[in-house]
């Protein structure tokens, strides 16, 4: 039997065990979300596996009881070392040591084309997710609808958000098209976005039905869905393994590329009537709330920043997935609630973690990989058929926006010409081997959308 395709078989039998450990381990339903609660920083020793110390004490929230340190058993996909506490890295000769002032809960580095996971803290720890869970919401929902579709908005759409929810300013009998609706989710997390489409989808309990059903396919099994928006619900949660997974699926659709890099638009207002009885309809700017893509006062955009997606509530604290290319690698990274409560944190250790990553890949041993979905053998094979995300005309689909440059940095009559979105070819890698074809665990990107100055 010729090696590769041994390792493909012993990797697939490896992933299957794992996602029944996980199974027998942890139950998404008997789950509470805990409140937010510090974590140690991490260590970047060479060869770190550290267990976390006792952290303050967790204030009260909507949840059952708040947890201060991840769980004994944790999720063993991707590798048993991911489903163990505290900071996981192999450090080799040459590579430097992880950040030392990083404080989030949980956070992993991840190489988004191979899957390799470079270093992970309490990856599998199931937390509240916040806004981060619109990844797997677009990820589930972006493909069903075209984006020219228009829908008048009535009041039911906008029943049942959360207090303080965080909008993008969508009124009641507007119409919008779905192109509208999903630069409100990614651009203003706006929860209002979130359920006007949950609406046209059939409603919120079937949506979130579709996003548990998609993340088991995902083997996103820390995640547990209540609200489809994030917003803080009990026993909605995931993990910053699982929210890796759904950017890394969600970057496979070419929409889903375009929305998360840009960085503004123009977005539909109210209709009005001037003296003489006309409507006009006017715009107003909304700008991308990702400040490694937007910038803010005391951060600056990242360099080569893709996206994705950042989230903030009460429970969660900040959470954060971002993907990145530099010198041709391209990089994942979560980070979930820093303890340290200064401004733009999530940002700031992301950043530190992305420096990191692009400087020791390559040099360190990857202590997990970022499983595939399941099915994806299948759906690699040729002659299977694309996304319909992907494909002209096709529900969900753009055309082909990743074959022309991406109005990433602009969309209607937004400025802000600093960033250039390049489309990049590729492909789904296979290995030819027996006279047949077999997909490997590598995953890469097709033609992701790389964000350079």
């Not at 009535?154 to 029943?159: F, I, P, R, T």
Request: charged fraction near 15%; proline fraction near 7%; hydrophobic fraction near 40%.
């Amino acid at each position: 039997m010729p090696a590769p395709l041994i390792r493909t078989v012993r990797r697939s039998l490896l992933v299957a065990s794992a996602s029944l450990a996980s199974l027998a381990l942890t139950s998404p339903v008997s789950l509470a979300a805990p409140s937010p609660s510090p974590s140690p920083a991490a260590s970047g020793s060479p060869t770190a596996s550290v267990s976390p110390s006792a952290g303050r004490s967790a204030s009260p929230s909507t949840s059952a009881s708040p947890s201060v340190a991840p769980p004994a058993n944790m999720s063993s996909v991707g590798g048993t070392r991911l489903g163990q506490a505290g900071t996981q890295v192999a450090i080799a000769g040459g590579a430097p040591v992880l950040p030392k002032d990083l404080t989030a809960r949980s956070w992993i580095v991840a190489d988004a084309e191979s899957g390799d996971v470079l270093a992970a803290h309490n990856a599998h720890w199931r937390l509240p997710p916040a806004s981060t869970m619109k990844m797997l919401f677009a990820d589930t929902v972006l493909p069903r609808f075209p984006r020219t579709t228009v829908h008048k908005v009535a009041a039911s759409d906008l029943a049942g958000m959360g207090s303080g929810s965080s909008l993008v300013g969508i009124k009641e009998g507007e119409a919008y098209t779905v192109h509208d609706l999903w630069l409100g989710v990614f651009l203003r997390s706006g929860n209002d976005a979130v359920h006007v489409l949950s609406a046209m989808n059939g409603g919120i309990a079937k949506t979130v039905q579709q996003m548990n059903e998609h993340a088991e396919e995902l083997q996103a099994l820390d995640t547990h869905v209540v609200s489809p928006d994030g917003y803080d619900a009990p026993r909605q949660v995931s993990s910053a393994y699982d929210l890796t997974l759904f950017a890394r699926s969600g970057l496979q659709k070419a929409d889903f590329r375009e929305y998360c890099s840009t960085v503004t638009a123009k977005f539909p207002g109210e209709t009005t009537k001037n003296k003489k009885g006309r409507t006009t309809r006017g715009t107003f700017e909304i700008q991308n709330t990702n400040r490694l893509l937007s910038g803010d006062y005391d951060i600056s955009q990242y360099p080569g920043i893709a996206g994705v997606k950042n989230g903030n509530t009460t429970n969660a604290g900040a959470t954060f997935t971002g993907v990145a290319e530099r010198n041709g690698k391209v990089l994942l990274v979560t980070v979930m609630n820093p303890e340290k409560t200064g401004h733009n944190e999530v940002y700031k250790e992301t950043a530190a973690l992305l420096d990191w990553g692009f400087q020791a890949a390559g040099k360190v041993t990857p202590v997990g990989e970022l499983v595939a979905p399941k099915g994806s053998e299948q759906a690699a094979q040729p002659g299977a058929k694309p996304s319909s995300s992907e494909g002209s005309g096709q529900a969900g689909g753009a055309g082909d926006v990743s074959a022309r440059p991406v109005a990433g940095a602009v969309t209607g009559n937004g400025s802000g010409g600093m960033w250039i979105a390049l489309a990049v070819a590729g492909g789904l890698l296979v290995l030819l081997a027996g006279g047949a074809f077999l997909v490997n665990r590598r995953w890469p990107l097709p033609d992701l959308v790389r964000r350079r100055r």
